[in-house]
């Protein structure tokens, strides 16, 4: 199914939510909520459900796959197709690649092809490797033994590139090119080249590779870098809160304080990525993704350029984060959350802001910025409106679905309001469209 962007036939997505996944194929951009992969490109978004929750996502050109409970699927134009399933009695770990996935089960481990179902046998050593990931397009394997790194490709015999002392990950790209986490450093191998070691740390776990497998986009402790695996060094570096996504064609980046998709020259692609705890009443929605929208005109409105926990109470917006909370253009600390703790709803109450943490710390502050009191397991109001006539939410089995007057959607969403003939669903996740 097709969402149409910026405008267009129902459905339009407003906000893409937080995703579990994020990356690029080279021509396109693609997100995994729950069980659905979202894919952009000039045309709009797709949405593509998967069928079971993903465990992980791979991407090259024209083609994704991804690790289901029992096996991986191939995503081909609007479908999931080609699954190759793993017998349910063996104790499976799939890593998926475009083109093939890595199952490593008792008694057998092999490299299975999606697009035929082919099954190849992987060399021993490689079973007993502490880090082993398949190629991302044709049958292949890299793995790390006894601090030697290794590269299969099928039909040949392992080659060794070089040593791997201290190793903590590994990320395989098109056709073998690969980089590891040292302890200290990272080892870049090129796909037709032994490793060398870059000089710096890179987080690999991070790594998304060009489609000719010659570049990759790898965090590091202040951003993001581009790496040029045959020159092996960082040809570019872009400071700040951001996550590697990928190249469709160009270096795309997920800039996570404004929840927001990225060029290369800090172009925003699209936003509304982020968790937001969306809420209606009166003319306006608030979330999710950290802005707001009139639900009779479906105008978006002026909102802070940050994610967070907004809430309306059909007039007033406010957007909560783990520090502040704004109204307006007035930005107040609430100083709710310590550790681990997070906000996990907001509210207005009269003259007041309410805030509650996921830990059932809940304060009250005026639009000044006053706190005027603090208490834990407080009730907080239900803002969320009513199911409208003919919307039916998806079940607990089928989470990412529901139907709008007998059209069924495969989309994430949990809450939905109604304005005219404007339907609007969304989700805790940040996820709003308008069907």
């Known amino acids: ?5 910026p405008a267009g036939p129902a459905p339009r997505l407003l906000a893409p939510g937080e995703p579990d996944w994020i990356g690029a194929d080279g021509e396109r951009v693609g997100w995994v909520m729950a069980d659905v992969l979202f894919v952009l490109d000039a045309k709009g978004v797709t949405a593509v459900p998967l069928g079971d929750l993903p465990d992980d996502v791979a991407a ?5 796959s991804a690790a289901i409970v029992d096996g991986v699927v191939r995503v081909e134009g609007d479908a ?16 998926p690649g475009v083109d093939c996935a890595l199952a490593v089960a008792a008694p057998s481990h092999e490299l299975l092809r999606t697009r035929d179902g082919a099954r190849v046998p992987i060399p021993d050593a490689a079973t007993r490797a502490k880090f082993a990931a398949p190629f991302q397009v044709g049958v292949g394997l890299c793995w790390i033994d006894l601090e030697v790194l290794y590269r299969l490709g099928e039909g040949s015999l392992p080659n060794a590139l070089g040593r791997a002392p201290g190793a903590e990950a590994i990320a395989v790209g098109p056709r073998g090119s ?7 450093d990272t080892l870049v191998a090129p796909t037709r080249a032994l490793a ?25 402790e202040d951003g993001v870098v581009l790496l040029d695996l045959r020159a092996n060094k960082v040809s570019r570096r872009w400071d700040g809160a951001l996550t590697p996504v990928g190249f469709a064609p160009a270096p795309l980046l997920l800039d996570r304080d404004r929840g927001a998709l990225v060029d290369a020259d800090n172009n925003v692609i699209l936003d509304g990525f982020g968790a937001a705890t969306a809420s209606c009443k009166g003319a306006v929605l608030a979330g999710p993704g950290g802005t707001s929208w009139r ?3 479906g105008e978006r409105l002026a909102g802070p350029p940050h994610r967070g926990v907004t809430a309306t109470d059909g007039d007033r917006v406010i957007v909560v984060d783990d520090e502040a909370f704004t109204v307006g253009a007035a930005v107040h600390p609430h100083g709710l959350c310590s550790g681990d703790d997070f906000v996990a ?14 830990d059932g710390e809940t304060g009250a502050f005026g639009l000044d910025g006053a706190n005027r009191w603090r208490r834990r397991d407080e009730a907080m109001p239900d803002t969320a409106p009513p199911v409208p006539e003919g919307v039916v939410p998806g079940s607990d089995a089928e989470p990412s679905e529901f139907t709008v007057d007998g059209v069924r959607y495969p989309l994430p ?5 109604r304005a005219g003939e404007r339907t609007w669903a969304w989700n805790d996740e940040g996820f709003l469209v308008e069907v």
Not at 1 to 5: A, D, G, S, T, V
Not at 81 to 90: C, S
Not at 196 to 220: H, M, N, P, W, Y
Request: net charge negative; charged share 20%.
């Open 178 to 184: 690969c980089l590891v986490q040292l302890a200290g």
């Open 1 to 5: 199914m097709r969402l149409n962007l």
């Open 345 to 358: 709803r907001a509210a207005f109450d009269g003259d007041e802001v309410l805030i509650q943490t996921i």
């Open 80 to 95: 999931a197709v080609g699954a190759v399933l793993i017998d349910e009695y063996d104790p499976v770990h799939v890593l």
């Open 295 to 297: 639900l009779d005109t």
């Open 413 to 417: 969403g949990t809450a939905f309001a």
């Open 196 to 220: 060398q070691k870059l000089g710096e740390k890179l987080d690999v776990a991070t790594a998304r590779f060009s489609i000719d497998g010659e570049s990759a986009l790898v965090a590091d």
């Open 60 to 64: 090259a050109a024209g083609r994704w």
